[in-house]
């Protein structure tokens, strides 16, 4: 008997407290990712406010992305000696602290360092809530851990949505105050429905063969793929509100269209695992970049009301993560040209999904 049928099976909560667990998860998950992208809408505001170049509204977008990203482990890592409760909650308060600071801000330096500390908060968020759903349901957490995904959906496409209205109603820095209040009682009420847990045990997988050089090409051309389809959804999202102001597009609409992106986002996830299960890896990742491509040069190009129609599809062709050298050729050219790089950086993963080809097994 290997070494992972001889464990025994996770802790499975109570009913009631799975569901409560589940629903506090995904509340912060709604939290985060809509802290997250809510800052395509406060890109404009801040530009105007401070006179920021195009590779400075991308590098703010990075530092939250970057800090998110590089503290995840060692949350986990605090969860294992503080809770996992505790750490989940502390950083989702972290969070909101980060955006009340950045309300304060007089300039770049304090904004920057207000956005970092926001992302450092929510670096807790994936690694814990979804330890949490998974400690709760145990072996029957697939269905739940989808839910848990969706709520990340949901939260994109309402928080922007809230903010950009906000924004229209007040000066930016109390409406920051506002949405840091609210992430401060999204931690009150992840405290009540979460129960104190662990992360779940690390299982070790049976032990495989070694593999070939030629795989480990693989997997560094789906790592390159990866990072290109990562930068073409935060290249294009940070030149999206400017590129819709262009078109005459309010505030308010820019907060819309931002929410028309993450809802196709969301069906986007579903439309591409139904593409992969019926036409390959390879076929999909060349239809949906090649897709991408196209619609982002539409959006360009047509005026505001079909560029909108246009954005759900685009959504659900868009992933994504840093764009910090989209934002130095905006600075230069513009945006319309940053966002056509992001186009160029998509139809860069069709070459390489080719490449990847031979290497992908036969399913």
């Known amino acids: 008997m290997s070494a992972i049928a001889a464990r ?13 667990t589940l629903a506090g998860a995904g509340l912060a998950h709604a939290l985060h990712d809509g802290y997250t992208d809510m800052i395509y809408v406060l890109l404009p505001v801040w530009q105007a406010e401070f006179g920021l170049g195009y ?18 482990v060692p949350a986990g890592r605090l969860a294992e000696r503080l809770g996992g409760r505790t750490v989940l909650v502390g950083g989702t308060l972290l969070a909101a602290l980060g955006y009340a600071l950045a309300g304060l801000s007089g300039g770049l330096a304090g904004l920057c360092a207000a956005l970092a500390l926001s992302g450092a908060g929510s670096a807790t968020q994936h690694p814990l809530a979804s330890a949490a759903v998974s400690r709760a349901y145990g072996a029957a957490a697939r269905v739940p851990l989808g839910t848990y995904n969706f709520t990340g959906d949901l939260g994109k496409a309402t928080l922007p949505a ?15 105050w506002l949405l840091a209040i609210l992430g401060s009682l999204t931690a009150g009420v992840v405290w009540a429905l979460v129960p104190a847990f662990g992360r779940p045990p690390a299982e070790t997988p049976a032990k495989k063969p070694e593999r070939g050089g030629g795989e480990r090409g693989g ?13 073409v959804r935060m290249g294009f999202l940070t030149f999206l509100p400017f590129l819709l102001q262009a078109k005459g597009a309010d505030l308010p609409l820019v907060g819309v269209a931002l929410t028309l992106v993450f809802l196709g986002g969301a069906a986007g996830k579903f439309a591409c695992g139904w593409l992969g299960a019926r036409l390959g890896l390879l076929a999909t990742v060349l239809a949906t970049e090649a897709g991408t491509a196209a619609a982002i040069l539409a959006v360009i190009a047509l005026p505001l009301a079909p560029a909108l129609a246009l954005l759900p599809l685009l959504g659900a062709a868009l992933n994504g993560t840093s764009s910090v050298l989209y934002g130095a050729l905006g600075d230069v050219a513009g945006p319309g040209w940053g966002a056509a790089a992001a186009a160029g950086a998509a139809l860069l993963a069709c070459p390489l999904a080719l490449l990847l080809a031979p290497r992908l097994r036969a399913r």
């Open 219 to 231: 997997f560094g051309l789906l790592l390159a793929i990866g990072l290109l389809d990562s930068g």
């Open 55 to 72: 590779g400075a509204l991308a590098a703010l977008r990075g530092l939250y992305a970057g800090a998110m990203a590089a503290l995840q």
């Open 162 to 176: 809230f903010a950009a209205l906000l924004l229209t109603a007040m000066p930016w820095r109390p409406a920051l």
């Open 8 to 20: 025994p099976p996770l802790p499975v909560a109570p009913r009631h407290q799975a569901r409560r």
